[in-house]
Protein backbone atom coordinates (compact mmCIF):
# COMPACT_ATOMS: atom_id res chain seq x y z
CA UNK A 1 0.00 0.00 0.00
CA UNK A 2 1.57 3.41 -0.91
CA UNK A 3 1.91 5.91 1.78
CA UNK A 4 -0.86 8.81 2.15
CA UNK A 5 0.05 12.34 0.78
CA UNK A 6 -0.18 14.66 3.11
CA UNK A 7 -1.56 17.87 1.77
CA UNK A 8 -1.70 21.75 2.75
CA UNK A 9 -5.52 21.45 2.80
CA UNK A 10 -5.38 18.65 5.42
CA UNK A 11 -2.93 20.04 7.45
CA UNK A 12 -5.11 23.11 7.72
CA UNK A 13 -7.88 21.60 8.66
CA UNK A 14 -6.75 20.18 11.33
CA UNK A 15 -5.14 23.70 12.25
CA UNK A 16 -8.69 25.25 12.37
CA UNK A 17 -9.07 23.31 15.34
CA UNK A 18 -6.94 24.68 17.62
CA UNK A 19 -8.70 28.21 18.32
CA UNK A 20 -7.47 31.53 20.50
CA UNK A 21 -9.06 31.73 23.85
CA UNK A 22 -8.86 35.18 23.82
CA UNK A 23 -9.87 36.15 20.17
CA UNK A 24 -12.46 33.28 20.13
CA UNK A 25 -11.35 32.38 16.35
CA UNK A 26 -9.71 29.38 15.18
CA UNK A 27 -5.59 30.23 14.23
CA UNK A 28 -6.03 29.42 10.52
CA UNK A 29 -8.99 32.35 9.69
CA UNK A 30 -6.42 34.76 12.10
CA UNK A 31 -3.46 34.39 9.88
CA UNK A 32 -1.45 32.94 12.85
CA UNK A 33 -0.13 30.15 10.65
CA UNK A 34 2.80 31.05 8.68
CA UNK A 35 5.54 29.59 6.31
CA UNK A 36 3.49 25.66 5.91
CA UNK A 37 6.09 23.68 4.27
CA UNK A 38 5.71 19.84 3.68
CA UNK A 39 8.14 17.42 2.49
CA UNK A 40 6.62 13.88 2.79
CA UNK A 41 5.59 13.02 6.33
CA UNK A 42 7.63 15.81 7.75
CA UNK A 43 5.34 19.25 8.76
CA UNK A 44 6.86 22.66 9.90
CA UNK A 45 5.04 25.95 10.10
CA UNK A 46 5.21 28.65 12.14
CA UNK A 47 2.59 30.06 14.62
CA UNK A 48 2.98 33.78 14.63
CA UNK A 49 1.23 35.24 17.70
CA UNK A 50 -0.11 39.10 18.53
CA UNK A 51 2.29 39.57 21.79
CA UNK A 52 5.50 37.00 22.77
CA UNK A 53 3.67 37.63 26.23
CA UNK A 54 1.19 35.27 25.07
CA UNK A 55 -0.37 33.26 28.36
CA UNK A 56 -1.15 30.21 26.39
CA UNK A 57 1.57 29.91 24.03
CA UNK A 58 3.05 26.69 25.14
CA UNK A 59 -0.91 25.29 25.41
CA UNK A 60 -1.61 26.26 22.03
CA UNK A 61 1.77 24.90 20.61
CA UNK A 62 1.08 21.33 21.56
CA UNK A 63 -2.68 21.88 20.58
CA UNK A 64 -1.71 22.49 17.32
CA UNK A 65 1.31 19.44 16.82
CA UNK A 66 -1.61 17.31 18.74
CA UNK A 67 -3.77 17.99 15.85
CA UNK A 68 -1.22 17.71 13.12
CA UNK A 69 0.19 14.44 14.06
CA UNK A 70 -3.19 12.90 13.67
CA UNK A 71 -3.12 13.58 10.17
CA UNK A 72 -2.75 10.65 8.34
CA UNK A 73 0.25 10.44 6.94
CA UNK A 74 2.48 12.87 9.17
CA UNK A 75 5.23 11.39 11.23
CA UNK A 76 6.83 14.39 12.14
CA UNK A 77 5.90 18.00 12.88
CA UNK A 78 8.14 21.04 13.60
CA UNK A 79 6.53 24.33 15.08
CA UNK A 80 8.47 27.53 15.66
CA UNK A 81 6.28 30.00 18.02
CA UNK A 82 7.11 33.84 16.41
CA UNK A 83 4.98 37.00 17.50
CA UNK A 84 4.16 40.16 15.66
CA UNK A 85 2.99 42.83 17.79
CA UNK A 86 -0.43 44.48 16.65
CA UNK A 87 -0.99 48.43 17.33
CA UNK A 88 -4.32 48.29 19.19
CA UNK A 89 -4.87 52.21 18.65
CA UNK A 90 -5.58 53.87 15.26
CA UNK A 91 -5.05 57.50 15.42
CA UNK A 92 -7.75 59.66 14.71
CA UNK A 93 -8.24 63.52 14.00
CA UNK A 94 -5.30 65.70 16.23
CA UNK A 95 -3.98 62.74 17.50
CA UNK A 96 -1.24 61.16 15.19
CA UNK A 97 0.55 58.12 16.14
CA UNK A 98 3.79 58.32 17.78
CA UNK A 99 7.05 57.33 15.71
CA UNK A 100 8.61 54.36 16.72
CA UNK A 101 5.42 52.77 19.05
CA UNK A 102 2.91 50.50 18.48
CA UNK A 103 0.89 50.76 21.41
CA UNK A 104 0.78 53.46 24.58
CA UNK A 105 -0.40 52.12 27.80
CA UNK A 106 -1.14 54.36 30.71
CA UNK A 107 -0.71 53.47 34.15
CA UNK A 108 -2.95 55.37 36.40
CA UNK A 109 -4.52 55.25 40.12
CA UNK A 110 -7.38 57.38 41.74
CA UNK A 111 -4.82 58.59 44.07
CA UNK A 112 -1.26 58.08 45.21
CA UNK A 113 0.72 55.80 48.34
CA UNK A 114 -1.33 52.63 45.92
CA UNK A 115 1.91 52.18 44.61
CA UNK A 116 1.26 52.65 41.03
CA UNK A 117 4.83 53.56 39.99
CA UNK A 118 6.58 50.51 41.29
CA UNK A 119 3.49 48.25 39.73
CA UNK A 120 4.14 50.30 36.07
CA UNK A 121 8.04 49.76 36.21
CA UNK A 122 7.79 45.93 37.41
CA UNK A 123 5.09 46.10 34.84
CA UNK A 124 7.54 47.71 32.09
CA UNK A 125 10.29 44.84 32.80
CA UNK A 126 7.98 41.77 32.99
CA UNK A 127 6.85 42.34 29.28
CA UNK A 128 10.34 42.90 28.19
CA UNK A 129 11.40 39.87 30.17
CA UNK A 130 8.56 38.12 27.88
CA UNK A 131 10.41 39.59 25.12
CA UNK A 132 8.48 42.80 24.15
CA UNK A 133 10.15 46.15 23.52
CA UNK A 134 9.05 47.98 26.06
CA UNK A 135 9.55 52.18 26.84
CA UNK A 136 8.57 54.37 29.71
CA UNK A 137 7.68 57.91 30.05
CA UNK A 138 7.48 59.23 33.66
CA UNK A 139 4.03 61.34 33.71
CA UNK A 140 4.76 62.75 37.13
CA UNK A 141 6.33 65.47 35.89
CA UNK A 142 6.22 67.32 39.25
CA UNK A 143 7.68 64.07 41.45
CA UNK A 144 9.26 62.24 38.74
CA UNK A 145 10.83 59.11 40.43
CA UNK A 146 11.93 56.25 37.82
CA UNK A 147 15.37 57.22 37.59
CA UNK A 148 15.55 56.27 41.25
CA UNK A 149 13.16 53.00 40.57
CA UNK A 150 15.39 51.91 37.64
CA UNK A 151 18.52 53.27 39.03
CA UNK A 152 19.06 55.64 36.47
CA UNK A 153 21.93 58.18 36.76
CA UNK A 154 22.62 59.69 33.57
CA UNK A 155 21.49 62.35 31.78
CA UNK A 156 19.19 62.89 28.72
CA UNK A 157 21.69 63.33 25.42
CA UNK A 158 20.03 64.73 21.82
CA UNK A 159 21.32 63.16 18.14
CA UNK A 160 20.94 66.60 17.06
CA UNK A 161 17.28 66.00 16.02
CA UNK A 162 15.24 64.41 18.75
CA UNK A 163 15.99 63.28 22.53
CA UNK A 164 17.56 59.96 23.05
CA UNK A 165 15.96 58.10 25.95
CA UNK A 166 17.84 56.46 28.66
CA UNK A 167 18.08 52.77 28.72
CA UNK A 168 17.98 50.21 31.61
CA UNK A 169 17.00 46.87 31.95
CA UNK A 170 16.27 46.88 28.48
CA UNK A 171 14.00 49.63 28.95
CA UNK A 172 14.08 52.72 26.82
CA UNK A 173 13.09 55.92 29.72
CA UNK A 174 12.40 59.58 29.34
CA UNK A 175 11.85 61.36 32.42
CA UNK A 176 12.10 65.10 34.00
CA UNK A 177 14.00 63.65 36.65
CA UNK A 178 17.18 63.44 34.58
CA UNK A 179 16.37 66.73 33.54
CA UNK A 180 16.62 68.28 36.63
CA UNK A 181 18.88 68.10 40.05
CA UNK A 182 17.36 65.40 42.65
CA UNK A 183 16.33 68.60 44.51
CA UNK A 184 15.14 70.78 42.38
CA UNK A 185 11.11 71.40 42.09
CA UNK A 186 8.89 71.64 38.95
CA UNK A 187 6.62 74.68 39.52
CA UNK A 188 4.85 74.58 36.25
CA UNK A 189 1.65 76.53 35.22
CA UNK A 190 -0.67 73.71 32.99
CA UNK A 191 0.24 74.99 29.92
CA UNK A 192 4.01 74.26 30.68
CA UNK A 193 3.02 70.64 31.55
CA UNK A 194 1.32 70.00 28.01
CA UNK A 195 4.41 71.18 25.86
CA UNK A 196 6.70 69.02 28.38
CA UNK A 197 4.30 65.85 27.56
CA UNK A 198 4.14 66.78 24.19
CA UNK A 199 7.98 66.97 24.11
CA UNK A 200 8.29 63.30 25.71
CA UNK A 201 5.78 61.76 22.82
CA UNK A 202 7.01 63.68 19.90
CA UNK A 203 10.69 64.60 20.36
CA UNK A 204 11.92 61.56 21.37
CA UNK A 205 13.73 58.78 19.19
CA UNK A 206 11.73 55.59 20.61
CA UNK A 207 13.39 52.98 19.24
CA UNK A 208 10.94 50.39 17.24
CA UNK A 209 8.63 50.20 20.64
CA UNK A 210 5.73 47.39 21.19
CA UNK A 211 4.52 49.06 24.20
CA UNK A 212 5.37 52.42 25.46
CA UNK A 213 4.33 52.86 29.26
CA UNK A 214 2.85 56.14 30.51
CA UNK A 215 3.80 56.36 34.56
CA UNK A 216 1.26 58.92 35.65
CA UNK A 217 0.74 61.06 37.92
CA UNK A 218 -2.31 59.97 40.58
CA UNK A 219 -5.45 61.32 40.64
CA UNK A 220 -7.28 63.26 37.40
CA UNK A 221 -5.47 66.11 36.55
CA UNK A 222 -3.60 67.79 33.36
CA UNK A 223 -1.62 64.85 32.84
CA UNK A 224 -4.50 63.12 31.89
CA UNK A 225 -5.93 65.57 29.71
CA UNK A 226 -2.27 66.09 27.48
CA UNK A 227 -2.24 62.74 26.86
CA UNK A 228 -5.40 62.28 25.71
CA UNK A 229 -5.57 64.93 23.52
CA UNK A 230 -1.75 64.65 22.39
CA UNK A 231 -2.00 60.84 21.20
CA UNK A 232 -4.12 57.77 20.78
CA UNK A 233 -3.52 55.71 23.94
CA UNK A 234 -4.50 51.96 23.37
CA UNK A 235 -5.79 51.23 26.98
CA UNK A 236 -5.40 52.53 30.78
CA UNK A 237 -4.18 50.30 33.92
CA UNK A 238 -5.78 51.40 37.11
CA UNK A 239 -3.78 50.80 40.36
CA UNK A 240 -5.50 49.97 43.43
CA UNK A 241 -5.01 48.44 46.71
CA UNK A 242 -8.22 46.72 48.12
CA UNK A 243 -8.79 49.10 51.17
CA UNK A 244 -12.48 51.00 50.55
CA UNK A 245 -10.84 54.55 50.29
CA UNK A 246 -8.64 53.40 46.99
CA UNK A 247 -11.53 51.67 45.74
CA UNK A 248 -13.85 54.66 45.76
CA UNK A 249 -11.01 56.90 43.91
CA UNK A 250 -9.90 54.17 41.79
CA UNK A 251 -13.77 54.17 40.45
CA UNK A 252 -13.36 58.08 39.80
CA UNK A 253 -10.06 57.14 37.65
CA UNK A 254 -11.78 54.18 35.33
CA UNK A 255 -14.55 57.47 34.82
CA UNK A 256 -12.14 59.83 34.10
CA UNK A 257 -10.24 57.40 31.27
CA UNK A 258 -13.40 56.46 29.99
CA UNK A 259 -14.67 59.79 29.63
CA UNK A 260 -11.53 60.95 27.66
CA UNK A 261 -12.39 57.94 25.19
CA UNK A 262 -9.44 55.45 26.90
CA UNK A 263 -10.25 52.20 27.33
CA UNK A 264 -9.80 50.34 30.26
CA UNK A 265 -7.33 47.58 29.61
CA UNK A 266 -7.93 46.30 33.38
CA UNK A 267 -7.49 46.87 37.34
CA UNK A 268 -4.62 45.97 39.35
CA UNK A 269 -5.16 45.30 43.07
CA UNK A 270 -1.48 45.86 44.73
CA UNK A 271 -0.54 45.60 48.50
CA UNK A 272 -3.54 42.40 47.90
CA UNK A 273 -2.31 40.60 51.11
CA UNK A 274 0.73 39.63 53.25
CA UNK A 275 2.34 36.24 53.42
CA UNK A 276 4.06 36.00 56.92
CA UNK A 277 7.52 34.31 56.14
CA UNK A 278 7.94 32.34 59.28
CA UNK A 279 4.52 30.71 59.34
CA UNK A 280 3.06 31.79 56.14
CA UNK A 281 -0.09 32.98 57.69
CA UNK A 282 -1.83 35.20 54.60
CA UNK A 283 -3.42 38.60 55.91
CA UNK A 284 -5.51 40.84 54.44
CA UNK A 285 -3.84 43.56 55.49
CA UNK A 286 -5.67 46.24 53.48
CA UNK A 287 -8.78 44.45 53.22
CA UNK A 288 -9.65 41.52 50.42
CA UNK A 289 -10.96 41.81 47.37
CA UNK A 290 -12.18 45.14 46.57
CA UNK A 291 -9.76 45.77 43.19
CA UNK A 292 -11.52 42.64 41.75
CA UNK A 293 -15.23 43.57 42.99
CA UNK A 294 -14.41 47.36 41.23
CA UNK A 295 -13.66 45.30 37.67
CA UNK A 296 -16.40 43.06 38.27
CA UNK A 297 -18.93 46.08 39.21
CA UNK A 298 -17.30 48.34 36.04
CA UNK A 299 -17.33 45.30 33.52
CA UNK A 300 -13.49 46.01 33.15
CA UNK A 301 -11.12 43.41 33.12
CA UNK A 302 -9.02 42.27 36.61
CA UNK A 303 -5.40 41.38 35.62
CA UNK A 304 -4.24 40.41 39.13
CA UNK A 305 -3.11 41.03 42.57
CA UNK A 306 0.02 41.81 43.67
CA UNK A 307 1.15 40.72 47.22
CA UNK A 308 2.83 43.03 50.19
CA UNK A 309 6.56 41.83 49.95
CA UNK A 310 9.42 43.84 51.64
CA UNK A 311 11.67 43.07 48.55
CA UNK A 312 9.50 44.99 46.11
CA UNK A 313 9.88 48.44 48.18
CA UNK A 314 13.70 47.72 48.76
CA UNK A 315 14.27 46.93 45.33
CA UNK A 316 12.37 50.27 44.11
CA UNK A 317 14.79 52.11 46.60
CA UNK A 318 17.36 50.38 45.26
CA UNK A 319 16.89 50.71 41.61
CA UNK A 320 17.04 47.22 41.03
CA UNK A 321 13.31 46.49 40.55
CA UNK A 322 11.94 42.97 41.87
CA UNK A 323 11.73 40.95 38.66
CA UNK A 324 14.80 41.68 38.17
CA UNK A 325 16.16 40.98 41.53
CA UNK A 326 14.12 38.56 42.87
CA UNK A 327 12.50 37.02 39.26
CA UNK A 328 11.75 34.04 41.19
CA UNK A 329 9.94 34.80 43.65
CA UNK A 330 5.83 34.52 44.48
CA UNK A 331 5.78 38.39 43.71
CA UNK A 332 7.63 38.20 40.90
CA UNK A 333 5.78 35.78 38.94
CA UNK A 334 2.44 37.77 39.79
CA UNK A 335 3.92 40.71 38.12
CA UNK A 336 4.60 38.33 35.51
CA UNK A 337 0.95 37.36 34.89
CA UNK A 338 0.05 40.64 34.91
CA UNK A 339 1.82 41.36 32.07
CA UNK A 340 0.95 38.19 30.08
CA UNK A 341 -2.80 39.61 30.89
CA UNK A 342 -1.96 42.46 29.93
CA UNK A 343 -0.58 41.86 26.97
CA UNK A 344 -3.87 39.73 26.58
CA UNK A 345 -6.13 42.39 26.61
CA UNK A 346 -4.36 44.77 24.16
CA UNK A 347 -4.65 41.91 21.67
CA UNK A 348 -8.25 41.64 21.80
CA UNK A 349 -7.99 45.31 21.61
CA UNK A 350 -6.23 45.12 18.52
CA UNK A 351 -8.73 42.74 16.69
CA UNK A 352 -11.57 45.58 17.51
CA UNK A 353 -9.98 47.97 15.83
CA UNK A 354 -10.96 46.34 12.85
CA UNK A 355 -11.50 43.60 10.94
CA UNK A 356 -9.55 40.51 11.73
CA UNK A 357 -7.48 40.17 8.62
CA UNK A 358 -7.41 36.76 6.63
CA UNK A 359 -3.39 36.30 6.19
CA UNK A 360 -2.61 33.81 3.51
CA UNK A 361 -0.27 30.97 4.13
CA UNK A 362 2.97 31.41 3.06
Known amino acids: MSP ?19 LHRDIVALGFVKNLRIDGGRVTFTIELTTPACPVKDQMKEQARAAVARVPGVSEVEITMSARVRAAMKPDEGRAPVEGVKNIIAVGAGKGGVGKTTVAVNLAIALSRRGSRVGMID ?23 KILPAER ?23 MLHSAIQQFFRDVRWDNLDYLIVDMP ?39 YQKLNIPALGIIENMSYFVCPSCQHEADIFGHGGGEQLAEQLGVPFLGRIPIYQPIREGGDTGVPLVISDPDSVAARAFLQVAEQTAAQLSIASYRTGPIPLTPVR
Open 4 to 22: TTVTEAAILEALAAVQDPD
Open 139 to 161: GDIYGPNLPIMLGLRSSLTTDGQ
Open 169 to 191: YGIQVVSMGSMTSDDAAVIWRGP
Open 218 to 256: PGTGDVALSVSHTVAVAGAIVVTTPQPVAVADSRRAVGM
